[in-house]
């Protein structure tokens, strides 16, 4: 009898939405952000979220990081209720990379080593996981004294990756991943992530505008439209062509920016 994968995280009925005072200063709709969003995330889980500009995704995944608390509902990891968790340990669990690579002033190799530092790892032990993601992502050497403005975009991105990576936590958050890459880039970064479970039990949960690269990714796809969560779909099951022109249709009616 095959064994049902362990739910990770539980959204139950979350809402968010920011004070009259900031909604007025940033000309964000009157709607809440996100409303009454309910949904799982099993063990192994690849799941793509995606909608039309506006609709809530990155607001999504900074609440799975704590990085802003709900307005209404409640999330729980592994069946803890995340109010119940550290945040500084909650983020070791689920990880947050988000669209904004910032090095904070270090070289690649500072900016990759700095977390595994935080976990007490060994530098043998650093070098180690450095070694195998630099090689997972084709990263070259002579990247790694570089600092931030010494980086393209696209480079940017994927040492901002890479960041995410080389913790390997149970979860992880990705916004927007392989928007500033190439295609051929982008695709090997949906094939790693991909076998991230296989080969690390790492669930990923991933905001990504482009389709394409979403069906490749995903085995269950989130779409939200107007902060509410219009459909919850394996991904077997997903028309990605209707999909597509339903997203059009979305992105012409919405002019907001989350």
Not at 135 to 159: N, Y
Request: a neutral charge; aromatic letters at 8%; one cysteine or more.
């Amino acid at each position: 009898m095959e064994t049902k994968p362990q739910i990770q995280l539980k959204i139950e009925q979350v809402s968010y939405a920011e004070t009259l005072t900031v909604r007025a200063k940033q000309k964000l709709p009157e709607y809440p952000i996100l409303q009454d969003i309910s949904f799982e995330v099993y063990e192994g889980d690849r799941l793509a979220i995606t909608g039309p500009t506006g609709a809530g995704k990155s607001y999504l995944l900074r609440l799975l990081n704590r990085l802003y608390e709900p307005t209404r509902g409640k999330i729980y990891l592994e069946n803890q209720e995340y109010q119940q968790i550290r945040a500084i340990e909650l983020r070791q669990i689920v990880t947050l990379v988000g669209q904004e690579p910032k090095l904070l002033g270090m070289s690649v190799r500072e900016a990759l080593a700095y977390p595994l530092m935080l976990r007490s790892f060994t530098k043998p032990q650093i070098q180690q996981r450095l070694s195998y993601w630099l090689e997972q992502l084709h990263i070259p050497d002579d990247w790694l004294a570089r600092t931030e403005t010494q980086l393209s975009g696209g480079q940017r991105q994927l040492v901002n990756l890479a960041r995410g990576l080389v913790i390997q936590p149970k979860i992880l958050l990705l916004d927007e991943p392989t928007s500033n890459l190439d295609i051929k880039t982008a695709e090997r970064i949906i094939k790693i992530l991909n076998q991230l479970y296989k080969k690390h039990q790492t669930t990923v949960l991933m905001v990504n505008h482009q389709l394409n690269l979403a069906e490749n990714f995903c085995t269950r796809l989130l779409y939200l439209q107007q902060g509410r969560l219009v459909k919850n779909q394996t991904a077997s099951l997903v028309n990605w062509s209707s999909l597509q022109e339903s997203l059009k249709q979305a992105e012409a009616e919405d002019d907001f920016d989350f």
